[in-house]
């Protein structure tokens, strides 16, 4: 991390920190606490010293009929675009000015990639919300605990959990329409259903979870009289735990996830025709993994084990012979990280792990033939987290992380992340500088394009914020600004005289800085209303896709056998490029603003036995564009019924 970044974050915590210990004069209740996993162990919100966004199951459970992309886009910092795309369009993942592989998803507890992908980044689509306990989203660089990929965020996803009485489960069926702005069909095009059976008979759990979804009805791409595209999805999962003792426990877990779709061209000119009949992809992913954890009077240790193959087949329309190309890509993983959990005291614990990470890919088309004996590596991550919790409410976390790769020397990365809690104010105030990095992918090296002398991709982020609840907790309020550095960026070069092309370090350091509110006030038991704001400002090397304001609104009233709930989401203008195949050149864009109203209601029908809901989306029926050439969803109507078991 450069020094004067890291001198100038330093003396501004301090100075900070300094002063809240001399300020806290009055006595009022601490933060209610909440879980978090800021330390890779539970911890409770006061003691904790970031804001870390959490979707519970409850609050999964209001947002039903949305896909994991649309969740995801309503939390503070976060841009998923493409949510409000067909289905089967990728999609763009951004925090606080990052892109795709300045993220890193974990999937409890085990890291998810795709070994073969460009940026070795783990395409969201794959997993139905429905499979889904609860998601944590941390902000900022989390390299320390999270390794390679954790530069500007963590999405940190939980997956149900087995029922407590020996066989428990549930069905059920989702339909809904799928129109653009200009298209107004009534009959089904969204249809998505599954079962769950699960359960604990003496010491062993289990878990069988089968997902489908298959849409059609609209083109991906933007155009009038365009083909319609098609997406399917198929998820299975197995879950198999077994507790020991109050000690000692295991579980062991297996997943298939497939994904068929249909897609367009990229737009490039209004006189072109981004459709295309031809285009066609299927994507397959097969994951197990291996969770033991042993608890002791001191502390507790725990392995999270995971290893998956992801195969992707790509068929493309190559508009210079008339013909068909044929792209097959195939990555594996295995990631290993152990890690203890030491209690010195009740004030101080120190985590230890060693983290070790395998990749291999395969590539075959009429170009290229890269195979995976010479397309590997692997990285061994030792890492060390030291809290401080004191009791008279200041808080300390700070961590070291060293990566050794085998194509590149030693890295080294920390964070360090103080906080206090006033006993006197109903205030935290909290702060962090932190390091991040981004491993040169498989394809970045060894693909058509690669380049042995890149080395990891540089971040590193300060910030500084509060949080306070009042009039009597039932407000809470948190904001946080942040400023972020970026270096050894990746970038792609092509000599303008003899045309090759490859994978290169950009010199120089761009920026990125801004600010994360979030309110929320419950009125009463049944009745809550909040929101969230985010301003993200960045240099125009990194501008593309990101809005610089973005808003979020939400009221939600339970009634007796039921709930009810309304959002309203502001996205800013953005920018975007293309490149003109009239004029041989790329093209800049601004896309404009817009803004969403979305309604949903569900209702109790039979008592723990039987649940229906219906949503109604893009209420005023928006028409917009989240990426230039392609549809967005116009006002959509679902419905949905959930029988229990």
């Known amino acids: 991390m450069n020094k004067k970044f890291i001198g100038l974050s330093v003396f501004t915590l301090a100075t900070a920190f300094a002063y809240a210990q001399e300020s806290d004069t009055l006595k009022v209740t601490n933060l209610k606490e909440v879980v ?72 409890d507890g085990v890291p998810v990639s795709d070994a073969s992908g460009i940026n070795i980044e783990y395409d969201l689509r794959l997993i139905p919300v429905e499979q889904i306990e609860k998601i ?181 329309s190559n508009s210079w012979s008339g013909t068909i190309d044929n792209y097959n890509y195939s990555g594996r993983s295995v990631s290993i990280d152990a890690f203890n959990k030491y209690n010195f005291s009740k004030q101080v614990y120190l985590v230890l792990g060693a983290q070790y990470q395998y990749f291999d890919m395969t590539q075959k088309d009429a170009y290229t033939d890269v195979a995976k004996e010479g397309a590997k590596f692997n990285l061994l991550d030792p890492y060390a987290n030291f809290v401080y919790n004191s009791n008279f409410g200041f808080n300390l976390n700070a961590g070291l992380r060293l990566n050794f790769h085998s194509e590149y020397d030693t890295y080294y990365v920390l964070n360090i992340n103080p906080s206090y809690t006033f006993k006197n ?30 080395t990891p991709e540089e971040n590193a982020t300060a910030e500084f914020g509060f949080e306070s609840q009042l009039l009597d907790k039932k407000l809470t309020i948190n904001a946080v600004g942040f400023y972020r550095e970026e270096e050894n960026t990746f970038g792609f070069f092509t000599d303008p005289i003899t045309f090759a092309s490859n994978y290169i370090n950009i010199d120089g350091t761009y920026n990125a800085k801004g600010v994360e509110t979030s309110v929320r006030y419950t009125i009463s038991e049944r009745f809550n209303i909040g929101g969230n704001y985010t301003f993200t400002e960045v240099e125009q090397q990194l501008n593309r896709l990101i809005p610089k304001h973005k808003g979020n609104v939400d009221l939600n009233y339970k009634f007796k056998r039921g709930t009810f709930g309304i959002n309203y989401q502001y996205v800013d203008h953005r920018s975007d490029a293309y490149y003109d195949s009239n004029i041989w050149a790329t093209q800049a864009v601004n896309l404009a603003a817009y803004q969403l ?49």
């Open 36 to 107: 978090v996993s800021d330390t890779k162990f539970a911890q409770s919100k006061e003691k904790s010293g970031k804001i870390i966004e959490v979707i519970t199951a409850e609050n999964l459970e209001a947002k039903k009929g949305q896909n994991l992309a649309n969740v995801l886009s309503q939390v503070a910092g976060v841009e998923i675009n493409g949510n409000q795309s067909f289905n089967g369009k990728n999609l763009g993942y951004y925090i606080r000015g990052g892109r795709n592989r300045q993220v890193a998803i974990y999937i």
């Open 136 to 316: 944590e989203v941390m902000k900022g660089a989390s390299s320390t605990l999270y390794g390679t990929g954790a530069a500007t965020g963590v999405i940190n996803i939980t997956l149900k959990k087995s029922a407590k009485k020996e066989i428990s489960g549930n069905a059920y069926i989702n339909m809904g329409t799928q129109n653009t702005s200009n298209t107004s069909k009534t009959s089904a095009q969204d249809f998505n259903q599954g079962l769950s059976l699960n359960g604990t008979v003496n010491k062993v759990s289990y878990m069988t979870t089968l997902n489908s979804t298959e849409t059609k009805g609209m083109s991906e791409a933007a155009g009038e009289n365009f083909e319609e595209d098609t997406f399917s999805r198929v998820n299975v999962l197995q879950k198999i735990g077994f507790k020991a003792n109050d000690k000692l426990s295991f579980e062991f877990f297996g997943n298939y996830d497939r994904i068929k779709n249909t897609f367009d061209n990229s737009f490039d000119g209004i006189i072109a025709n981004a459709d295309d009949l031809n285009n066609n992809s299927f994507s397959e992913q097969f994951r197990i993994g291996f969770l033991p954890k042993y608890k002791y009077n001191k502390g507790e240790f725990a392995i999270n084990a995971g290893a998956s193959t992801i195969d992707r087949v790509l068929n493309i």
């Open 425 to 454: 104010l109903p205030l935290k105030i909290l702060g962090s500088i932190s390091g991040g990095y981004i491993t040169p992918s498989l394809y970045q090296l060894y693909g058509p394009y690669g380049n042995l002398d890149l």
């Open 597 to 645: 109203v979305n309604s949903n209601i569900s209702y109790e029908l039979l008592p723990n036995r039987l649940h229906v809901f219906g949503t109604v989306t893009n209420i005023l029926n928006e028409d917009f564009q989240e990426v230039i050439g392609y549809n967005s969803r116009g006002r959509n109507y679902k419905l949905g019924l959930n029988f229990m078991f």
